[in-house]
T-cell receptor
Framework: DAKTTQPPSMDCAEGRAANLPCNHSTISGNEYVYWYRQIHSQGPQYIIHGLKNNETNEMASLIITEDRKSSTLILPHATLRDTAVYYCIVGLAGGTSYGKLTFGQGTILTVHP | NAGVTQTPKFRVLKTGQSMTLLCAQDMNHEYMYWYRQDPGMGLRLIHYSVGEGTTAKGEVPDGYNVSRLKKQNFLLGLESAAPSQTSVYFC????????????FGPGTRLLVL
């Protein structure tokens, strides 16, 4: 599985867009980019995933660069409830082989009033 | 629907004691997983199952056993608990492997004294 690099922490003002970067320079052509988040003490929650094209759902947008070596998760209007650890995970169709998700340290996003 | 539930929510054990953690799902998912999360760390896969009656080792299986006798249940056993097994344990399920979203339970906090 390709390794990912994320900043350890970021801040965002409530109501503004939160842009969380992720580097995955060793990603292979058939690996997906997944984003999960973990709100304090809870189980991780799926946000979005993509392969090549940009993706959008009700929670967020995922922008993947053309060379696929990096991506950005965008929360368009961050709220206090978006304060969480955000994990960028790269793996073969399904997290990784057998569906295993390899979690790194993630980015602690703090949304402040 | 309850989704993914875990029993118990919290437990204190003495070194050498045994216990079983229960994960139950009502989503009819084929794949189930057990992860552990230590303070300040991402999740690490202990064991997983790709279907009823099957189990396989993840990245940190030592000291744990699992069973999947029924599709909806995935049991994690600690035969002789050690302080190093103090952690938060999360169960997850997915419809199948491949690019399938994983759904996580609320976690079980285990303290081994």
């Amino acid at each position: 599985d390709a390794k990912t690099t994320q900043p350890p922490s970021m801040d965002c003002a409530e109501g503004r867009a939160a842009n969380l970067p992720c580097n995955h320079s060793t990603i292979s052509g058939n690996e997906y980019v997944y984003w999960y988040r973990q709100i304090h003490s809870q189980g991780p929650q799926y946000i979005i995933h993509g392969l090549k094209n940009n993706e959008t759902n009700e929670m967020a947008s995922l922008i993947i660069t053309e060379d696929r070596k990096s991506s950005t998760l965008i929360l368009p209007h961050a709220t206090l409830r978006d304060t969480a650890v955000y994990y960028c995970i790269v793996g073969l169709a399904g997290g990784t082989s057998y569906g295993k998700l390899t979690f790194g340290q993630g980015t602690i996003l703090t949304v402040h009033p | 629907n309850a989704g993914v539930t875990q029993t118990p929510k919290f437990r204190v054990l003495k070194t050498g004691q045994s216990m079983t953690l229960l994960c139950a799902q009502d989503m009819n998912h084929e794949y189930m997983y057990w992860y552990r999360q230590d303070p300040g760390m991402g999740l690490r896969l202990i064991h997983y199952s790709v279907g009823e009656g099957t189990t396989a080792k993840g990245e940190v299986p030592d000291g744990y056993n699992v069973s999947r006798l029924k599709k909806q249940n995935f049991l994690l056993g600690l035969e002789s608990a050690a302080p190093s097994q103090t952690s938060v344990y999360f169960c997850a399920t997915s419809r199948k492997g491949g690019k399938e979203t994983q759904y996580f339970g609320p976690g079980t906090r285990l303290l081994v004294l």
